[in-house]
């Protein structure tokens, strides 16, 4: 759910079902971004699992920041899977050969 | 950092930040009384006064970033992921520890029991036990669904201590027996029909059948004690799991823990030599330091096992130690530790977890769109 103003686009706030796992990394990726002025996030309250995500951007459209940070967090995430599952193989490798 | 006229100050080469500021962005200081330095300088134009760029640039990270295991077994491994940020490996170890599905037993139908534990509490260590098995292989099941081979396994316990042995009796968790055709409890209903009589779930077919478990029988942790019962007692139940995650319950989770740590640096300051030497090598519990021999009886200490130190602060702890001794922690370099309880095995585990963080991210896009 957004949260701007139609005349401008560069700054709204993203309220999601989420909590913490996502915001915090979200909040990482988006502030890494050149594009975005300001970025941060709160949780309205414990009990719900609702996270604001508030994104103010130098002129472009917030919610296209706010995916295309997600789609640098999903870059990230798969190449550190590829990254951990090729270590794990080397892992079994060196250590199946020593053993013998 | 002692204080040098504008002029004299030394050449930086572009795009790298001067070494003090450099400290700041990737070293927790480790001081006597509290850590500083703790946040991470994530904003893109952080130091664009210095001409430096702080923004992600993913070519970079993909080629910093590196994972060596160092320790890995069936039951717990110990990896280091370098070059990552804190938000993204705690997200990686709250999914580890909340969002992974695994099979738990979540109804118990009591038949009977005589035994001291009461019904319920039974029911919670019952709860508890892990089980082995890919929870992959299961689906979950909703308020409206019924219990078939796809979304539960049910397990008996049927044990009775008996009169003539005069010692107690202990139930362990290896004495649930696996049902591979479901529930031998028939649902009470008005008519009896001569079909064949409604159970509490509803299994089409028997789960021997499926290829994964045709050789490999659903176990559960062996070896944990359920209850005891005195001579007489006697417990007969059903238990029925199924799907669900660590959030709800935390029967769910499938690591007995998973926790990371920073990588700890020590570095001497000024060098440290002969009697100092010593007492510094005797200080530490961990032995992170040892003595260098120099010749012409000279001895210095040098820090031969940083990775140990468990940050007790012992050797700052008097006065005068913290100008000969800095302790840091690096910022993105975490060990991260996984104990699997079974189910899974912990690489596995971790892969899984980060293909949730990946789903999380394709549901906010579509969300979004």
Same mark, same amino acid.
């Given at each position: 759910?957004?949260?701007?103003?139609?005349?401008?686009?560069?700054?709204?706030?993203?309220?999601?079902?989420?909590?913490?796992?996502? &915001?915090n990394?979200?909040r990482f990726t988006l502030n890494q971004d050149p594009r975005v002025s300001v970025c941060g996030?709160?949780? $309205?309250?414990?009990?719900?699992?609702?996270?604001?995500?508030?994104?103010?951007?130098t002129?472009?459209?917030?919610?296209?920041?706010?995916?295309?940070?997600?789609?640098d967090?999903?870059?990230i995430?798969?190449?550190?899977?590829?990254?951990?599952?090729?270590?794990?193989?080397?892992?079994?490798?060196?250590?199946?050969?020593?053993?013998? | 950092m002692p204080k040098v006229p504008l002029w004299d100050l030394p050449e930086l080469p572009q795009n790298q930040l001067p070494l003090h500021l450099q400290l700041q962005k990737t070293r927790v200081s480790c001081n006597n009384d509290a850590p500083t330095n703790t946040e991470n300088v994530t904003y893109s134009g952080a130091y664009s006064a210095l001409g430096v760029d702080n923004s992600l640039r993913l070519d970079e990270f993909r080629n910093d970033f590196k994972?060596?295991?160092?320790?890995?077994? @069936?039951?717990?491994?110990?990896?280091d992921l370098i070059g990552i940020d804190a938000s993204i490996a705690n997200?990686?170890?709250?999914?580890?520890?909340?969002?992974?599905?695994?099979?738990?037993?979540?109804? #118990?139908?009591?038949?009977?029991?005589?035994?001291?534990?009461?019904?319920?509490?039974? =029911?919670?260590?019952?709860?508890?036990?892990?089980?082995?098995?890919?929870?992959?292989?299961?689906?979950?099941?909703?308020?409206?669904?019924? $219990?078939?081979?796809?979304?539960?396994?049910?397990?008996?316990?049927?044990?009775?201590?008996?009169?003539?042995?005069?010692?107690?009796?202990?139930?362990?968790?290896?004495?649930?027996?696996?049902? /591979?055709?479901?529930?031998?409890?028939?649902?009470?209903?008005?008519?009896?029909?001569?079909?064949? /009589?409604?159970?509490?779930?509803?299994?089409?077919?028997?789960?021997?059948?499926?290829?994964?478990? &045709?050789?490999?029988?659903?176990? #559960?942790?062996?070896?944990?004690?359920?209850?005891?019962?005195?001579?007489?007692?006697?417990?007969?139940?059903?238990?029925?799991?199924?799907?669900?995650?660590?959030?709800?319950? =935390?029967?769910?989770? $499938?690591?007995?823990?998973?926790?990371?740590r920073m990588l700890p640096e020590v570095v001497l300051l000024q060098d440290i030599?002969?009697?100092?030497?010593?007492?510094? #090598?005797?200080?530490?519990?961990?032995?992170v330091?040892?003595?260098?021999?120099?010749?012409?009886?000279?001895?210095r200490a040098a820090v &031969?096992?940083p990775r140990?130190c468990?940050l007790?602060r012992?050797c700052i702890? @008097?006065?005068g130690w913290e100008e000969k001794v800095a302790l840091r922690r690096v910022k993105d370099h975490f060990i991260?530790?996984?104990?699997?309880?079974?189910?899974? $095995? /912990?690489?596995?585990?971790?892969?899984?977890?980060?293909?949730?963080?990946?789903?999380?991210?394709?549901?906010?896009?579509?969300?979004?769109?």
């Amino acid at each position: 759910m957004e949260h701007g103003s139609y005349k401008d686009q560069s700054a709204s706030t993203f309220s999601l079902a989420e909590d913490h796992t996502l &915001a915090n990394a979200l909040r990482f990726t988006l502030n890494q971004d050149p594009r975005v002025s300001v970025c941060g996030y709160s949780i $309205p309250h414990p009990s719900e699992a609702r996270v604001n995500i508030r994104v103010q951007t130098t002129g472009d459209s917030a919610k296209e920041v706010l995916k295309d940070s997600c789609q640098d967090l999903m870059m990230i995430c798969q190449h550190v899977r590829s990254t951990f599952d090729q270590a794990v193989t080397d892992f079994k490798n060196n250590n199946g050969s020593e053993s013998e | 950092m002692p204080k040098v006229p504008l002029w004299d100050l030394p050449e930086l080469p572009q795009n790298q930040l001067p070494l003090h500021l450099q400290l700041q962005k990737t070293r927790v200081s480790c001081n006597n009384d509290a850590p500083t330095n703790t946040e991470n300088v994530t904003y893109s134009g952080a130091y664009s006064a210095l001409g430096v760029d702080n923004s992600l640039r993913l070519d970079e990270f993909r080629n910093d970033f590196k994972v060596k295991v160092i320790k890995l077994n @069936e039951e717990d491994m110990e990896f280091d992921l370098i070059g990552i940020d804190a938000s993204i490996a705690n997200a990686f170890r709250r999914i580890l520890i909340a969002e992974l599905p695994t099979m738990a037993i979540e109804k #118990v139908l009591v038949a009977n029991s005589s035994s001291v534990v009461q019904d319920e509490v039974l =029911a919670h260590r019952l709860g508890l036990i892990p089980i082995k098995v890919d929870p992959r292989l299961f689906d979950y099941m909703s308020e409206n669904d019924v $219990p078939n081979e796809k979304n539960s396994i049910v397990f008996k316990l049927h044990v009775k201590c008996e009169r003539k042995s005069g010692e107690r009796l202990t139930v362990y968790s290896h004495d649930l027996e696996w049902l /591979p055709s479901g529930s031998e409890y028939v649902l009470p209903t008005e008519n009896s029909s001569e079909s064949k /009589p409604k159970t509490y779930t509803s299994f089409t077919s028997s789960q021997v059948s499926l290829p994964e478990f &045709a050789n490999n029988p659903i176990t #559960v942790t062996p070896g944990i004690i359920i209850s005891k019962l005195a001579p007489g007692q006697e417990i007969e139940l059903e238990a029925h799991a199924v799907k669900g995650v660590g959030k709800t319950h =935390a029967k769910w989770s $499938p690591v007995a823990t998973a926790w990371y740590r920073m990588l700890p640096e020590v570095v001497l300051l000024q060098d440290i030599e002969d009697e100092d030497a010593q007492k510094l #090598v005797n200080k530490c519990p961990v032995n992170v330091f040892d003595i260098e021999d120099m010749g012409k009886g000279v001895k210095r200490a040098a820090v &031969a096992r940083p990775r140990a130190c468990t940050l007790c602060r012992e050797c700052i702890r @008097e006065p005068g130690w913290e100008e000969k001794v800095a302790l840091r922690r690096v910022k993105d370099h975490f060990i991260f530790t996984i104990e699997s309880t079974g189910a899974l $095995p /912990p690489e596995v585990l971790f892969t899984e977890a980060v293909k949730i963080l990946e789903d999380k991210c394709e549901s906010v896009i579509t969300e979004l769109s």
